[in-house]
């Protein structure tokens, strides 16, 4: 059975696929000095409660943007799965163009949703995924990642009118019923909802409109389940983008296609 495991800035995820399908996933709070046996213990519970043990899991591929949790996460898998994992950017081949100047330092979030995206969706894609920071990235129609933007997750913005202004408080994110808000609250609410999605939309004009293409909008990422249906920019919601990536990514470099 594979573990994979994705690790953004604020959340991971661990996943169990068992050549067939998904049978497990669970998030948690990313901590970059949890230690290979931490992660052990937390994981060896949530796998007993669907009937596995540890033991069971015997391939693992990791996606990280935090580097100094990939020492704990390789060890992880050393130790307690016994096997040497695949990590995004060091030992694995992403079989896709990186058409970048630098490749090496696009994230690995970053290629991994173009593969994910790629495999269900024909034609050129734009790639949306809201999490800590927000990433918009085009992909060819023959899978070829092109680079993109990357922007201020919604989040942040939340907490940087609560933290730089003294009179600001800290607001539930949600989408208000109006554009113009009546009292603080809803004024910040609207103007950190309604801004980011006019954030999102005018990046998607502008790169359809420098690109000269008619291009698909994929939106990923636990924001996007917020706003996705809020503008019709965005064609499909897909919050599986990212995990399909890594399998597809076990399944070539490993030679397995279960």
């Not at 033991?55 to 307690?80: K, T, W």
């Not at 249906?229 to 919050?239: L, N």
Request: net charge negative; glycine share 8%; with cysteine.
């Amino acid at each position: 059975m594979l573990l994979a495991i994705e690790q953004g800035n604020t959340n991971s995820m661990f996943a169990v696929h068992d050549g067939t399908n998904w049978i497990a996933q669970w998030r948690s709070a990313t901590e970059p000095n949890r230690t290979a046996d931490e992660y052990a213990v937390w994981l060896a519970q949530l796998v007993a409660m669907v009937g596995l043990e540890l033991g069971e899991l015997d391939a693992c591929i990791v996606s990280s943007v935090v580097p100094q949790s990939v020492f704990n996460l390789r060890n992880l898998s050393r130790r307690y799965l016994g096997v040497e994992p695949l990590i995004i950017g060091e030992n694995v081949d992403l079989a896709i163009p990186v058409r970048v100047s630098k490749p090496s330092e696009v994230g690995a979030d970053r290629i991994v949703n173009a593969i994910g995206a790629h495999i269900c969706y024909p034609g050129p894609l734009i790639v949306v995924d809201s999490g800590t920071a927000t990433t918009i990235d085009v992909v060819a129609a023959d899978g070829g990642f092109e680079g993109g933007a990357i922007a201020p997750g919604i989040h942040l913005s939340v907490e940087a009118l609560h933290s730089a202004a003294a009179k600001l408080p800290r607001v539930a994110l949600k989408k208000p019923d109006r554009v113009v808000g009546n009292d603080t609250v809803s004024a910040m609410q609207s103007g950190v909802f309604w801004g980011y999605i006019a954030l999102v939309e005018g990046m998607i004009t502008r790169i359809k409109a420098e690109r000269q293409e008619d291009m698909t909008v994929v939106a990923t990422g636990g924001i996007a389940a917020l706003f996705h249906d809020a503008t019709d920019v965005i064609h499909h919601f897909d919050p599986d983008v990212t995990i399909r990536g890594l399998l597809e990514l076990y399944r070539r470099n490993s030679g397995s296609r279960p």
